[in-house]
């Protein structure tokens, strides 16, 4: 069987809480390359990226090298797509190639439904249209489990630019398979409808002080067309400011998936501060990584 990482979804809780226990192990053993380091000798991974990403694309490298196996990475710019060659024949063409799993990121929200069935080897999502971005929601899951010791029953606030995040879609996926409660807060023209029984629309400062985490998501200006954004006024209504930290739990801790804006949904002086764990999260993202794409090979020869 090919086992593609494309959604959460497709895990059970039992299955996702392995993964995440995984990435722990991987985290807390990161100085013992003799333990890791012969996991996935003489795998190839393609790391096939159609949109930008430095966290993403970088982890994934990283994570690759940790466990032994060597990266492609491939550029469309420098490449025949330039020629016209579609997304399907280059990932074809990698499969020939003899790559053993192709990290895949595309601005397509349907474009992996269409390739898993075609592509003999797994398909690994950094980051889907605006479905999901499981890979992040796995680093989030690690990042929160690490901190508080559980996720069942977190609150967590997202905050943002909901409707075109795939960030917050694992996010909420994760949190219905763990009975995490989410706030989805920001302008209303950027929420979706909440699905599910665990996540609900709120006011971002009636939650602040009740919440474990709150995550700040960037307005996703690429996935708009024509928006012209007031960045001082959306700091004022919804950015995550040095007052609205205070008001946080004192346990209570915040999040973002990177890039970020500075000024605009965070003020310049909450991204290092000691609630902060956003860089904790990129530190994270590697030992996430590790343990999908052990999984991924898991069967494979
Ligand atoms: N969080 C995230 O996906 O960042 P990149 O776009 O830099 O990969």
């Not at 007052?243 to 998936?257: E, K, N, Y």
């Amino acid at each position: 069987m090919i086992r593609h990482f494309l959604s959460l979804s497709s895990f059970s809780h039992r299955d996702l809480q392995a993964l995440v226990d995984r990435a722990h192990f991987f985290s807390v053993n990161s100085q013992q390359p003799d333990q890791i380091h012969h996991l996935l000798t003489r795998k190839i991974f393609a790391n096939v990226f159609y949109e930008p990403s430095t966290r993403t694309r970088c982890s994934f490298e990283i994570a690759a090298k940790r466990l032994g196996a060597d990266v492609v990475n491939f550029v469309p710019e420098n490449s025949s797509v330039k020629k016209g060659e579609t997304v399907y024949d280059t990932l074809k063409t990698l499969e020939s190639l003899g790559v053993d799993g192709i990290v895949f990121r595309h601005s397509d929200d349907h474009v992996l439904d269409q390739l898993r069935d075609r592509i003999q080897l797994p398909l690994l999502n950094a980051g889907a249209g605006k479905n999901e971005h499981p890979s992040q929601g796995l680093l989030d899951l690690l990042t929160l489990h690490q901190e508080f010791g559980r996720l069942a029953g977190l609150k967590i606030a997202v905050c943002g630019d909901i409707k075109h995040s795939r960030v917050a879609g694992s996010l909420m996926v994760a949190a219905e398979m763990f009975g995490m409660e989410i706030y989805l807060c920001g302008p209303s023209g950027l929420l979706p409808e909440p699905k599910g029984p665990t996540v609900r629309t709120a006011d971002f400062d009636e939650v602040l002080p009740i919440v474990d985490a709150v995550m700040m998501l960037r307005i996703q200006l690429e996935r708009h067309q024509g928006l012209e954004l007031d960045a001082g006024a959306y700091h004022v209504h919804f950015g995550l400011t040095e007052a609205r930290v205070g008001r946080m739990r004192p346990d209570a801790i915040t999040l973002h998936p990177g890039p970020f804006n500075r000024g605009v949904e965070i003020a310049d002086a909450v991204v290092e501060h000691p609630k902060s764990r956003i860089f904790k999260q990129m530190s994270n993202g590697v030992f996430a990584r590790m343990a999908i794409l052990e999984w991924a090979m898991r069967g494979r020869q």
